[in-house]
């Protein structure tokens, strides 16, 4: 889907565009695990609707004037640090750039399943993807320990540092793996998030791994073969990120890897 | 009392925080890692257009080298800058990117062949060299002669960060995740290491270091209007100006960046002024050439933004609901070029403002983006007065930026902060003499405390709302103590900063949850960062001169007589007010005596100093023809750099002999 069409679909989510001082009414789902006492309910918050009002700034107006133990993660609040993601309507999303008029009056936030929860709308995000990252080794595996910081740096073609970058452009805000049907059934599976990252690895020439590296980390059905084609991940990754061909891609290179 | 041991306690996840982790690990220390949000979603994250470093591989950078890059920073400072540690960095910046592309940052590359670019709003066809085919490529930015700031697209803190927080993840350096430092452990003028509060839990627990370096950014959110991301509150900072000992450098430092979008703050990068984008005002028409014949749209940010405020304030702003705006135009960079180097530009219009900027102009008035002051270090990053204690990054002073900084020049700095710092830190504990031994009583002094401050909060009888309070510090430093400054609005700034403070002492909360409590931590925060605040106001207003981004309207010119000196701030117990001190910077020892920017006001007071500086050094340029010859006879600062990051920097002009050079792991 182009970014156009995806606007559209969280459009069609919600009921159509709200009018300023129109009343939004949003509900959200508490629940606080640390507290034994807890459980999960959704609680309605009535505020008026603003120009440019994003779920941020309305989110941040509950919490300030209306109740102040509401949970929620927000850093940059301008959709690159992947901190805010949450289902928005039914749809995981970042909250920091959508705009309530698109998704309101009437608005439903709940946490992203699959990851652990910290209370409300806050998930722990952060601990799911550093293990990710230590499993697949997500960083470049160099030819040489030692690099000469004086010499010049070694060359790379124009075309192929801008692909690199297309699928660097990750934010791990973790979308994709809450729209994913394995992930729902299976706790290790690596999300499209993880099979990103051994794409954009293999495509790295100052990686030194091989194809039969990399099928050693997600060549079975924790891995890329537990992927069920569904293609959640890629209708809902904010940086659209080419996941359905790189999902693909990648699935042929260890088929072909695993044939050997 | 939980306790953990490292040898090194960083404070923050960014990309200083991040590499100077690295550099200690690397020389075999440990080291944990203490971050308000998982370490990839740091502020770094935010820079955009890139980071300079002169390695002068496109053709509008030919002829750039670390003198080049030092004069702008120098000039861009106006003359705040320590020109020691300026050097340091310059020599260091083309190292950093080498290292980050061998790390795996995509840096964009130089194509060789003929391109099509934008400057001065004429299209020109400029000519890429065979020979830096595929080399690290550099865009242009304010401020400075050549073409230096090496980019990712627009998504270049993206890429480090990515880079460097995998690295740290190869180096099993441990990142504490929603942890917070609350305050430092001292005693006897020597840190020890932090109280934290984990952010999920509640709990209280002492980390003890041999050596503790806060990395926590910049505290722009003690505004109201700031690009910085909701984290940016300043704690690092604050909780170092909390010990009483550690000085904070420079506080009524604080840039406005040209471009944020108006009216919710975010960021579009210089890099849109940098590839040829305008600034129109409510008739369409381009006003910078006649404020700055010279830099036009490209003259260093404070003074980009005064000229817009300026010319807003001579009615030719465009009106919205909101207030005033101008207009950037990068339409005539043409829809390629947006949708691939401007890209996170394209996303933010798209999505903040519904506007498509390949065909419409994008709304944007200067807002709070950087902190030039910090916490005091001297060139090796450790505190002048608390041992043990270092700092790097936005929230150090050590001081390249003085009173302001270039774009491009604050996520190089993370990168050479860490690299420098990282290396200093790791000889500090490999120095027996350091080696620590702390009475667990200390520790529980220290951790009871707080917990102290915190149960008075939490339970305590105060009656105000710790959100309005911190909503009025924001509202009062955006009015009062932005961009244009007069001794009234400043006297008046910090009057009510001081009164909210005293006011912040008795905030009461609604909800007196343990655990994850919002409303707690905004409690706990504002009292710190009115702190900071005040800082920043009771220093402008003391500061009767201009100079950077610091603008005194009632004494509109530098005077270098009286103020060529860096501000310091300690903080004593219930004070209302910090402790002002100044230390003089000193001309004599300039490579670049102070003189006029090339851009800004030409009509300063000259230091005494000044002319005699000038001659002795017009003198040696007559001698000396060599470059690295005459820039040692006139600011000889190699040993000051950490060994393994000495040395020159090789470039297609200056091909380095066939020795082996200097190596770093």
Same mark, same amino acid.
């Given at each position: 889907m182009t970014q156009e069409q995806k606007i559209n679909v969280v459009r069609a989510g919600g009921n159509g565009s709200v009018g300023n001082g129109q009343k939004l009414k949003i509900s959200v789902m508490r629940f606080n695990p640390s507290d034994p006492a807890s459980v999960p309910y959704m609680q309605t918050y009535e505020l008026e609707q603003a120009d440019g009002m994003t779920l941020f700034i309305a989110l941040n107006e509950i919490r300030e004037k209306l109740d102040p133990s509401l949970q929620f993660d927000f850093v940059c609040r301008a959709g690159i640090c992947g901190s805010c993601a949450m289902v928005i309507n039914g749809r995981p999303g970042l909250a920091c750039r959508t705009l309530t008029k698109n998704v309101g009056p009437e608005i439903t936030l709940a946490p992203l399943p699959v990851f652990e929860l910290i209370g409300d709308l806050s998930v722990n995000t952060g601990k799911w993807m550093r293990a990710m990252s230590e499993r697949l080794e997500?960083?470049?595996?160099?030819?040489?320990?030692?690099?000469?910081?004086?010499?010049?740096e070694e060359r790379m073609d124009p075309e192929l540092a801008e692909k690199i970058y297309e699928l660097d452009r990750c934010i791990e805000c973790g979308c994709c793996v809450s729209a994913c049907g394995t992930a729902r059934m299976r706790a290790d599976f690596i999300g499209a998030v993880g099979i990103n990252k051994i794409a954009r690895f293999r495509l790295d020439p100052r990686d030194t791994r091989t194809d039969a590296d990399f099928y050693e980390v997600i060549g079975d059905d924790s891995g890329v073969f537990g992927c069920m084609t569904l293609l959640g991940c890629h209708d809902v990754c904010p940086k659209d990120l080419p996941l359905q061909t790189q999902i693909a891609f990648v699935r042929r290179k260890m088929v072909a890897e695993g044939m050997k | 009392m939980k306790v953990t041991y490292t040898d090194v306690l960083v404070i923050g996840g960014g990309l200083a925080g991040l590499r100077l982790a690295i550099a200690a690990k690397r020389r075999g220390h440990d080291a944990i890692i203490l971050s308000l949000v998982p370490a990839k979603r740091s502020h770094s994250k935010a820079a955009q257009g890139g980071m300079q470093a002169s390695l002068g591989n496109v053709i509008k950078g030919q002829g750039d080298n670390e003198d080049v /890059?030092? @004069?702008?920073?120098?000039?861009?400072?106006?003359w705040g800058a320590d020109q020691d540690v300026v050097r340091m960095f310059v020599n260091t910046a083309p190292k950093a990117v080498r290292e980050l592309a061998a790390w795996g940052v995509p840096w964009s590359r130089v194509r060789k062949g003929d391109r099509q670019v934008v400057i001065n709003s004429q299209k020109v066809t400029i000519t890429e060299r065979d020979e830096a085919h595929g080399l690290v490529a550099q865009r242009d930015f304010g401020g400075t002669k050549k073409w230096r700031t090496c980019y990712v697209a627009d998504g270049t803190g993206h890429a480090m960060l990515q880079a460097v927080g995998d690295q740290a993840i190869a180096a099993s350096i441990p990142v504490h995740e929603r942890t917070e430092a609350l305050a430092l452990i001292h005693e006897g003028g020597r840190c020890y290491g932090a109280v934290v509060r984990d952010l999920i839990t509640g709990e209280l627990s002492a980390y003890v270091a041999k050596a503790t370096a806060i990395a926590t950014g910049g505290a722009g959110r003690i505004y109201r209007v700031t690009t910085n991301a909701v984290i940016c509150e300043g704690i690092g900072t604050a909780i170092a100006l909390e010990t009483g000992i550690a000085t904070i450098g420079n506080m009524e430092a604080v840039q406005f960046h040209p471009t944020g979008i108006f009216p919710a703050g975010i960021l579009v990068t210089e890099g849109?002024?940098?590839?040829?984008?305008?600034?129109?005002?409510?008739? +369409?028409?381009?006003? $910078?050439?006649?404020y700055e014949p010279e830099k036009k749209e490209l003259a260093s940010r404070d003074v980009v933004s005064r000229r817009m405020e300026e010319h807003i304030k001579k009615g030719k702003g465009v009106q919205s609901r909101f207030g005033e705006h101008i207009w950037l135009d990068i339409t005539?960079?043409?829809? /390629?070029?947006?949708?691939?180097?401007?890209?996170?530009?394209?996303?933010?219009?798209?999505?903040?403002?519904?506007?498509?900027?390949?065909?419409?102009l994008i709304p944007v008035r200067p807002a709070q983006h950087y902190t030039m002051g910090g916490v005091r270090t001297k060139p090796t990053g450790e505190s002048p007065t608390l041992k043990g204690l270092f700092a790097a990054g936005e929230a150090a002073c050590w001081d390249m930026h003085g009173f302001n900084r270039l774009g491009g020049n604050s996520v190089a700095e993370t990168v050479v902060a860490g690299m420098i710092v990282g290396e200093f830190i790791a000889d500090f504990c490999d120095d027996p003499a350091n080696d620590i031994s702390i009475p667990t009583g200390v520790l529980r002094d220290f951790v009871v405390r707080e917990q102290a401050k915190l149960q008075g909060l939490l339970v305590g009888p105060g009656t105000e709302d710790a959100s309005a309070i911190k909503a009025r510090m924001q509202e009062i430093m955006t009015a009062k103590v932005g961009i244009f400054r007069t001794g009234k609005d400043l006297e008046?700034?910090?009057? @009510?900063?001081?009164?909210?403070?005293?006011?912040?002492?008795?905030?009461?909360?609604?909800?007196r949850a343990p655990?994850?409590?919002?409303?707690?931590v905004t409690a706990y925060r504002?009292?710190? $960062?009115?702190?900071?605040?005040?800082?920043?106001?009771?220093?402008?207003?003391?500061?009767? @001169?201009?100079? +950077?981004?610091?603008?005194?309207e009632d004494y509109p010119r530098r005077n270098d007589a009286e103020w060529l000196k860096r501000t310091l701030a300690t903080w004593q117990g219930d004070a209302t007010l910090p402790t002002l001190a100044y230390e003089a910077l000193d001309v004599k020892r300039m490579e670049l005596p102070p003189g006029w920017r090339g851009y800004g006001a030409k009509d300063y007071v000259d230091h005494p100093d000044t002319a005699a500086r000038q001659a002795e050094v017009e003198a040696v340029k007559q001698k000396v023809s060599d470059r690295f010859e005459l820039q040692r006879t006139l600011l000889p600062f190699e040993h000051l750099l950490p060994e393994r990051l000495r040395g020159r920097n090789e470039r297609i002009d200056e091909p380095l002999a066939q020795q082996p050079g200097r190596r770093t792991a």
């Open positions: 997500t960083w470049v595996h160099l030819k040489q320990a030692e690099i000469d910081l004086s010499r010049i | /890059h030092f @004069e702008d920073t120098v000039r861009g400072s106006d849109c002024r940098g590839d040829g984008g305008l600034l129109k005002d409510v008739d +369409g028409h381009r006003f $910078m050439p006649d005539l960079l043409g829809e /390629h070029h947006i949708k691939h180097n401007l890209r996170e530009v394209y996303e933010i219009c798209h999505y903040f403002l519904g506007v498509d900027p390949t065909k419409d008046a700034a910090v009057d @009510e900063l001081q009164k909210l403070l005293v006011r912040s002492r008795n905030i009461g909360l609604k909800s655990g994850v409590n919002p409303e707690l504002v009292q710190k $960062m009115l702190k900071l605040a005040l800082c920043v106001a009771y220093g402008a207003l003391v500061r009767t @001169e201009s100079r +950077g981004a610091h603008f005194r």
